[in-house]
Nanobody
Framework: QVQLVESGGGLVQSGGSLRLSCAAS????????MRWIRQAPGKERQFVGS????????DYADSVKGRFTISRDNAKTTVYLQMNSLTPEDTAVYYC????????????WGQGTQVTVSS
């Protein structure tokens, strides 16, 4: 059974930092592109960023570029989202997604972790 478990969310002041983790199990981690998305109350889901299977390539939404960094440790089957210079606009539930590189039908979501940035 595939599981993605996010952790590291919480309450932080504007300008602060958080690091989210997403631990994966039940899948061949290196076969999956890992993504982070977020959803704020009353808003649509927003792509945050992604990282290629071996971590050589990352992609970020313009709104987080230069502030957020995605990394992964295939040995630990974990992906990370380092978030710096947080603003209240970053408040959302953050989800990690595992998307199989070859088989588009294989996609798994974590349960989400709440990030709240106070002004």
């Amino acid at each position: 059974q595939v599981q993605l478990v996010e952790s590291g969310g919480g309450l932080v002041q504007s300008g602060g930092s958080l690091r989210l983790s997403c631990a994966a199990s039940g899948l061949t981690f290196r076969d999956y592109v890992m993504r982070w998305i977020r959803q704020a109350p009353g808003k649509e889901r927003q792509f945050v960023g992604s990282i290629s299977r071996y971590g050589r390539q990352t992609d970020y939404a313009d709104s987080v570029k230069g502030r957020f960094t995605i990394s992964r440790d295939n040995a630990k089957t974990t992906v990370y989202l380092q978030m710096n210079s947080l603003t209240p606009e970053d408040t959302a539930v953050y989800y990690c997604i595992a998307a199989h590189f070859y088989r588009s039908e294989l996609q798994y979501w974590g349960q989400g972790t709440q990030v709240t940035v106070s002004s």
